[in-house]
């Protein structure tokens, strides 16, 4: 069987960019593609080559029970042989430390357990391709043409143990290729062309203004740390924690009675990781102990402690502690910005809500102050109402034009993510889209919230896309071509019945 191969599966977005670059070359290269596929499975094998240094039989992984096995000359070892020319590598002198022969290797390997995987699928489906057939395929086999027919003495060449191995291959291929066919026979409806396209006619682009959970006001946070004082109180104890409880207890009556030392036992008997230091836990913040001292009629009896004052036993998820109070408690710094960090830190982490709620209240005002003073003036007139640091100051960001693409399919034109952060999470946002799209032109959006951020959309401009329209219509069919064969591999790979060592494998190889 000829021993050409599909091309690795690129991410679809990769896909979709250089399509968009290049539309004929993508076009030429996807054919290609899906006829190496082709031949790959319907066309015979070719005759195999010497092991060279790759002599050993490897088990990289198995499909429901069969083996997807590296042995010399049969499908896997000609197509590492056959990727390895793609990268202008010798297989013989390949290095296990050079990222090309990773991805060799594990392109290779896809392409086996997939076949593997087929094969098993049409053996479970009772297809078994005709003896006549494979006669036909392997006479076909232009390894054994001369003067452009088939010759009996060029065939005859071959030992018994190859010829019957490479009639087995091919038969196995025509199963594969019959399986592969079925899946990427299936077209595309001129309305399902229709709808795809009328998705990528209406495109915009906008203006937006971004503002980070960051900048809500160091104020905002003195005020709840004000009314929430106990959150925030600083705390230094040491610790001694045991799995047992009347070992604990035991513990603390010798520390009381002078016996031992409360550093000493630490040390020999604490089982956190602060008995090293002797038990000292340093200076926490009080909500800090929420998920170490569960029970809250405990935990504020053990942060109610004086200086050099002993808390009993109480229940920790290591077992049992208790604890000695090595200063009185005192409240949080205001005047030190890292204190001021530990407020900010806690809202983030635990009053998100109230976080959001103000700064959307804020930016509500940059719709009704747009028509007045523009957007971007605006949107600054908010930012300065919040914190923003004085090395990054507040800006507007411009993108598009964009169709509406929820979930960033590559066949349609994708957001640019790359220059603004604040849009990683736009392609699944339904807040965004909806927004994007149903918010007048010239007009600001309802602020909303995105990942990590409260946002107002301005729409600029909407115009139609022909490009667009035109480039689904071209590229539809070969798209899906490619969706089927890269779900395929990914079908296969998510089965429980998949088995998959090809790390093990790789390192046993190249000594690793």
Known sequence: MKDEKKKSAEEQSEFKRRFKQNPVLIIGAFVIAILSVLSFVLFPAIVPQAAGAFSNELVFGSYDGTTIQYVPGNNFANTVRYYASMYGKDINTMSGSDYNTMQIWNSAYKDAATRVAMLK?????????????????????????????????????????????????????????????????????????????????KVRSFQMAAFPLSSYPDSEALKFA??????????????ITVADKAAADSLLNEIKAGTQTFEDAAKASSSDR??????????????????????????????????GEYSAVVTVP???????????????????????????????????????????????????????????EASKAVANTLFWPADAPFSVQSFGPVPLNFGG???????????????????????????????????????????????SLYPTE???????????????????????????????????????????????????
């Open 462 to 512: 909407e115009t139609t896309d022909e490009e667009g329209v035109s480039s689904v219509d071209t590229q539809l069919s070969y798209w899906f071509s490619y969706s089927v064969q890269q779900s395929i591999s990914n079908f296969f790979f998510n089965s429980p019945k998949m088995k998959d060592n090809f790390w093990d494998a790789f390192s046993r190889l190249y000594g690793g």
């Open 226 to 239: 004000a009314v929430n004082p106990a959150l925030f109180m600083q705390v230094h104890l040491s610790q």
């Open 274 to 307: 602060y008995a090293q230091q002797g038990g000292d836990m340093g200076t926490m913040t009080a909500y800090g102990f929420d998920t170490i001292i569960t029970d809250e009629t405990e935990r504020k009896a053990v942060l109610a402690l004086k200086d």
């Open 318 to 376: 290591g077992g049992f502690a208790f604890y000695r109070c090595e200063e009185d408690a005192r409240p949080l710094d205001t005047s030190k910005p890292e204190q001021i960090a530990i407020a900010r830190a806690y809202m983030q982490g635990f009053e998100r809500g109230q976080m959001e709620d103000y700064i959307i209240t804020a930016a509500q005002k940059i719709a009704s102050d747009t028509p007045s003073l523009g957007f971007e």
């Open 409 to 455: 399919d590559s066949l349609l034109k994708t957001l640019d993510t790359s220059s603004i952060s604040s849009l990683v999470s736009a392609s699944n946002n339904e807040n965004f889209w909806e927004n994007a799209f149903a918010t007048p032109v010239n007009s600001a959006s309802k602020p909303f919230v995105m990942g990590d951020y409260i946002v």
């Open 121 to 201: 699928e049409m053996q479970a489906a009772d297809y078994v391709a005709p003896d006549s057939l494979v006669d036909k395929e392997v006479a076909g086999n232009s390894q054994f043409h001369e003067n452009g027919r088939f010759s009996p003495a060029l065939y005859r060449s071959l030992d018994n143990a190859t010829r019957l191995a490479l009639w087995r291959d091919t038969r196995d291929s025509l199963a594969v290729g019959k399986y592969l066919e079925d899946l990427t026979s299936i077209k595309s409806s001129d309305a399902e062309k229709k709808f795809l396209g009328e998705m990528a006619r």
